[in-house]
């Protein structure tokens, strides 16, 4: 048997959605190594695949499982459990590549994740803290979870929910500052300095670094600080930015000769009346447009809700993280319907928009509005999620996992310019005929995607197997019955036989 059709096959019956249970099981052996990637992380697998995998004696595959975003993470979930700390990793981290909004864990992984020990008996690669920061960036833990932190049972999570401070209102605040628990005390307490300009002033580093930024823009600042800053024209974004910025320097910044500047600030939830009116006067549009968005009175998460799709498209936006705190559903619902491109695209991207509204939606002239409700929303209509996908290319990954996605009725984009698009509309299994010219298109993809076209003839399917530039793609085609994937294994080497 020619050697260069060993990898092609063994990676193309990984990913072939027809393979029974009885094939995919055969690729876990060490000679077909070169699948695992394909089985283990680029494709859903069965429930008893899913059990071999998560017991495999080699942590290549458990790893791969574990950064799979094809899978559940009901599935992937009982790795939290993996002896293995790189494999707890993966986890913790979260599925590759990293495209738009992640699924949650469930509650106790999280749980048991967030609040690990180190075994001093086990001299495991990463640390439970390690562990925890990965998946603390990794958008895997839901805001409702972290809201519930704040009561939770377990008293390391009501420590760790001191860490939402700036979040909390005032009686969660003295709540947890008198928790029966000390250490859950002693994080409040530690957490109060958030609030305290004094403090944030004695840890303010005067060269430029994370620290600063962090404090900067999230903490409350001194009067002291603030003059710093205005006098040497330093770190004023954050300043525009920070909810604790005291009156008189939003003030004074709202008059600054930097339009840019003005535009921020008139983006601030605590704005007084005058100095909103002077800012929806200003001779900017672009700072007239943001003052006049949102009239008083605001809120801070309305604020966020409005920075996150202003002065951007939609390609530059793209699937947008879930905020602690939402405004409230009618305002989005308020949004939709307003006469403001602003508004309408900061109601695109909630997906709990109504249907009537997302109807509306659907059709707007603005195609940044089309495009974000394309990314954000399951009711999305197929005609704007395929319109996404033909105008950003950027976003075809994520695209590629909504199952608004067309996948069929694709005969129009098979000349289409672009290989993406094409290799779209050559794995359409609808089509009027199989794409049999797209078997040399230049482009490797969608050679691979006309290939794996269940409408390609037996015989020509039988050709493609035992051509180095075709094999995989064939090998992937769902019209392969399970007795010939089987029988392409055994050339490989695999061992293991077809269920009698």
């Given amino acids: ?83 293995d700390s790189l494999v707890r990793a993966d986890l913790a981290s979260g599925p590759r590549p990293r495209l738009g909004r992640e699924k949650p864990l469930p509650d106790d992984v999280l749980e048991t994740l967030l609040t690990a020990r180190d075994d001093p008996d086990h001299d ?49 605040r003295e709540a947890l500052l008198a928790d029966p628990d000390p250490a859950v005390r002693e994080a409040a307490r530690q957490q109060s300095r958030v609030l305290d300009p004094a403090a944030m002033e004695a840890d303010l580093p005067e060269q430029d670094c994370h620290l600063r930024g962090t404090l900067l823009f ?33 003030a004074r910044l709202a008059r600054h000769p930097d339009h840019g500047v003005r535009m921020r600030v008139a983006a601030r939830a605590d704005l007084d009346a005058t100095t909103l009116e002077e800012l929806a006067r200003d001779p900017e549009e672009a700072v007239r447009t943001r003052a006049r968005a949102d009239p008083l009175p605001r809120t801070w998460p309305r ?30 619902e308020e949004c939709a319907r307003s006469a403001l491109p602003l508004l309408r695209r ?4 909630w997906s709990g928009l109504p249907e009537d509204l997302v109807t509306r939606l659907a059709d707007d002239p603005d ?9 954000h929303h399951p009711l999305a209509p197929p005609r704007v999620v395929l319109d996404a996908f033909v105008a950003i290319p950027c976003e075809r990954p ?6 608004g996605l067309p996948r069929t009725g694709l005969r129009h984009l098979l000349g289409h ?25 230049p482009d490797a993809r969608v050679r691979r995607a006309a290939a794996a076209n269940p409408l390609l003839p037996p015989d020509v399917i039988a050709t493609l197997l035992h051509a180095p530039e075709s094999a995989e793609g064939a090998a992937a085609n769902p019209a392969l019955p399970a007795d010939r994937l089987h029988a392409l294994l055994d050339l490989c080497g695999v061992p293991g036989t077809a269920a009698p």
């Fill in 417 to 441: 310019e672009d290989p993406d698009v094409r290799a779209l509309a050559a794995a359409d299994p609808t089509l009027d005929e199989p794409p049999v010219g797209l078997l040399t298109d």
């Fill in 218 to 250: 999230t903490y409350a600042v001194s009067q002291a600080v603030v003059e710093a800053c205005l006098a040497e024209e330093r770190d004023l974004c954050a300043l525009e930015w920070n909810p604790y910025t005291p009156a008189d320097a939003v």
């Fill in 1 to 83: 048997m020619p050697s260069p059709l060993v990898e092609p096959w063994l990676r193309g019956v990984a990913a072939n959605p027809a393979a029974p249970s009885e094939v995919l099981l055969r690729l876990l052996d060490p000679a077909a190594e070169a699948a695992w990637t394909a089985l283990c992380g680029e494709r859903a697998l069965p429930a008893d695949v899913v059990e071999a995998v998560i017991a495999h004696p080699r942590r290549e595959v458990r790893r791969r499982f574990a950064r799979n975003r094809h899978v559940p993470p009901t599935q992937r979930g009982p790795l939290v459990d993996d002896p």
């Fill in 346 to 349: 900061a109601a695109a991207t």
């Fill in 398 to 403: 994520y695209l590629l996992t909504l199952p």
């Fill in 367 to 375: 195609p940044d509005v089309r495009h974000l409700l394309a990314f």
């Fill in 303 to 332: 604020r966020a809700a409005l920075d996150r799709v202003a002065g951007r498209t939609a390609a530059q936006i793209g699937p947008l993280a879930e905020m602690f705190a939402e405004p409230d559903p009618a305002w989005y």
């Fill in 124 to 172: 495991g690669v990463l640390t439970t803290d390690e562990i925890r920061q990965e998946l603390a960036f990794s958008g895997q833990i839901p805001q409702s979870f972290r809201r519930g932190m704040l009561t939770h049972d377990n008293p390391a999570l009501r420590a760790q929910s001191a860490g939402l401070w700036v979040w909390l209102t005032p009686g969660r």
